[in-house]
């Protein structure tokens, strides 16, 4: 994968301000709204952002293990403990503080040199360059964003630099997701089009194990067509495939039965 700095110091850039925007406007009762992340509200979700920065910036963890059944693995408990340290406080609190730390990293971030931001060490995704991590980080940040504009009924950002990376973050992803997740067989041609805002047609082509890929061999084995924002609600399992379908909201093509277990099973988020 290609790392430009210029490039997802940018997003960073472009989605730490919505966020600063978005929750500048928030009510008491909007910030304790519970978000499409079990066992967060809308605050804990920025909680969340602070508390990554901080832990990237080099500050101790919080000392605590608040747990709960939304705590599924190592990496959601060290995360619970920073959102967690935060909860006593408010809403605009909690933004200053987010306001506070994002400035801190970006100065940090323009300040690394070329060589700093290629370096490879370790990332939620394994050993990486640095510069990958931040990608994801633009995308954790778009998400969580998504997690609290949904259920307080105020869409936005599903467009434009931030959105265009995350899909890319995703897209990376696709071979993971359609052969591992998604169960397709030896021998496939997966075509998932992604109808806009952020317009994409992602391939995978499984040959022994699946890639994605520029072209596929032959026709597509099987189809889904979708809006990019419902591409990135289902690959981070922020919902089920199955009422999407129903809904009409994916459209599946080819090989149905396959086309409906792929959509089922796109989520790879931890």
Same mark, same amino acid.
């Given at each position: 994968?290609?790392?430009?700095?210029?490039?997802?110091?940018?997003? =960073?850039?472009?989605?730490?301000?919505?966020?600063?925007?978005?929750?500048?406007?928030?009510?008491?009762?909007? !910030?304790?709204? #519970?978000?499409?992340?079990?066992?967060?509200? $809308?605050?804990?979700? =920025?909680?969340?952002? $602070?508390?990554?920065?901080?832990?990237?910036?080099?500050?101790?963890?919080?000392?605590?293990? #608040?747990?709960?059944?939304?705590?599924?693995?190592?990496?959601?408990?060290?995360?619970?403990?920073?959102?967690?340290? =935060?909860?006593?406080? +408010?809403?605009?609190?909690?933004?200053?503080?987010?306001?506070?730390?994002?400035?801190?990293?970006?100065?940090?971030?323009?300040?690394?040199?070329?060589?700093?931001?290629?370096?490879?060490? !370790?990332?939620?995704?394994?050993?990486?360059?640095?510069?990958?991590?931040?990608?994801?980080?633009?995308?954790?940040?778009?998400?969580?964003?998504?997690?609290?504009?949904?259920?307080?009924? =105020?869409?936005?950002?599903?467009?434009?630099?931030?959105?265009?990376? +995350?899909?890319?973050? $995703?897209?990376?992803?696709?071979?993971?997701?359609?052969?591992?997740?998604?169960?397709?067989?030896?021998?496939?041609?997966?075509?998932?089009?992604?109808?806009?805002?952020?317009?994409?047609?992602?391939?995978?082509? $499984?040959?022994?194990?699946?890639?994605?890929?520029?072209?596929?061999?032959?026709? #597509?084995?099987?189809?889904?067509?979708?809006?990019?924002?419902?591409?990135?609600?289902?690959?981070?399992?922020?919902?089920?495939?199955?009422?999407?379908?129903?809904?009409?909201?994916?459209?599946?093509?080819?090989?149905?039965?396959?086309?409906?277990?792929?959509?089922?099973?796109?989520?790879?988020?931890?």
């Amino acid at each position: 994968m290609n790392i430009n700095k210029e490039h997802i110091l940018a997003g =960073l850039t472009e989605v730490w301000s919505a966020w600063g925007s978005f929750g500048a406007n928030l009510t008491t009762a909007q !910030w304790a709204t #519970p978000s499409r992340c079990p066992g967060w509200t $809308v605050q804990d979700n =920025l909680a969340h952002l $602070v508390g990554t920065e901080r832990m990237l910036s080099g500050h101790p963890a919080p000392e605590g293990d #608040p747990g709960g059944d939304h705590v599924l693995n190592p990496l959601a408990a060290g995360n619970e403990k920073w959102v967690d340290s =935060l909860r006593a406080i +408010s809403g605009p609190e909690v933004l200053a503080a987010f306001q506070e730390i994002s400035a801190s990293r970006l100065a940090t971030l323009n300040a690394m040199s070329d060589e700093e931001f290629v370096a490879v060490g !370790w990332t939620p995704i394994g050993e990486s360059p640095y510069g990958r991590f931040m990608q994801i980080r633009v995308y954790d940040a778009w998400l969580h964003l998504q997690d609290c504009r949904e259920p307080l009924g =105020l869409p936005g950002d599903e467009s434009g630099l931030v959105a265009e990376i +995350s899909v890319d973050e $995703v897209g990376s992803a696709m071979g993971f997701i359609i052969g591992k997740k998604g169960g397709a067989p030896d021998g496939s041609r997966i075509e998932v089009t992604l109808t806009g805002p952020i317009e994409r047609t992602l391939r995978v082509e $499984v040959d022994g194990r699946a890639k994605a890929v520029e072209v596929l061999s032959g026709p #597509p084995t099987a189809t889904l067509a979708m809006t990019s924002t419902d591409f990135l609600a289902l690959t981070g399992g922020r919902h089920a495939g199955a009422p999407f379908i129903a809904e009409g909201r994916v459209t599946l093509g080819g090989d149905e039965i396959l086309a409906r277990q792929l959509a089922e099973r796109l989520a790879f988020t931890m």
